[in-house]
């Protein structure tokens, strides 16, 4: 067996294997159209509030009150619409699928971790036919915490049995995905690629990625860069 100093490969998911935010996006679209009032980018911003919470649907309450349409009927409804719609938009990223057969076919171990609850998550990895290609899935609601913790990290390894150092992470976020992994001592590759949060989660980052993939395909060319460095020792 071909030997390779990273044994895992942890991935965060939501816009690190596919655009999330294009999916939510298009959710709110659904919404405004159905109720005839409002702008998407508008309830789409509701959801990134330090409110509710990215995931919540509390949001399109608030901006269903806030515009003077609000009953729980339409409420009801918008959640379906908005549920729906969410999950039949998510596309992978184009080489996601052929770039994870082709790092299990070297006998690195995939995983996630992510902050969607288990529902959720798997239910977005079944719609890009990507369930069955991990090893393991770590949500917020089996680790009990969010990111940045680092105790949702370590969750995620302690599981699997590996030390950081034996693990790279990929992830879209350097405040949530690269920082805690490089104090926890762990490689990190930054999805430049999906990279589609507010300027204020870039903000005061000393730690700096080892990696930065410009599309999911680049993490080929960080494993046979690991791989020839390696030899070289």
């Known amino acids: 067996m071909e030997r390779v100093r990273i044994k895992l490969i942890i ?5 690190t294997l596919f655009d999330f935010v294009n999916a939510k996006i ?34 399109i309450s608030d901006y269903l009150r806030d515009n003077g349409c609000f009953s729980e009927d339409m409420f009801l409804e918008c959640c379906r619409i908005y549920e729906e719609e969410k999950v039949r938009s998510v596309e992978l990223y184009p080489g996601v699928k052929s770039t994870l057969l ?36 770590f949500t917020h609601d089996i680790t009990g915490w969010k990111k940045p913790s680092h105790k949702t990290f370590t969750h995620a390894l302690d599981s699997m049995g590996l030390k950081p150092y034996e693990t790279l992470f990929v992830g879209d976020s350097l405040r949530r995905d690269i920082a805690p992994s490089k104090q926890l001592g762990m490689m990190a590759a930054y999805a430049y690629y999906g990279d589609r949060n507010p300027d204020r989660d870039r903000a005061h980052i000393k730690e700096k990625p080892d990696h930065i993939l410009n599309n999911f395909s680049d993490l080929l060319k960080v494993i046979r860069k690991e791989k020839e460095d390696e030899h070289r020792l």
């Open 11 to 15: 991935f965060d998911m939501d816009n």
């Open 26 to 59: 298009f959710a709110c679209t659904a919404i405004v159209d159905h109720f005839g009032k409002g702008d998407a980018h508008e309830l789409f911003n509701y959801f990134r509030r330090d409110v509710h919470g990215f995931e919540n649907v509390l949001n």
């Open 102 to 137: 082709e790092l299990r076919s070297r006998n690195i171990l995939l995983g996630i971790l992510t902050d969607a609850e288990m529902r959720n998550a798997r239910v977005r990895l079944e719609k890009v036919g990507l369930y069955s290609v991990f090893d393991s899935l």
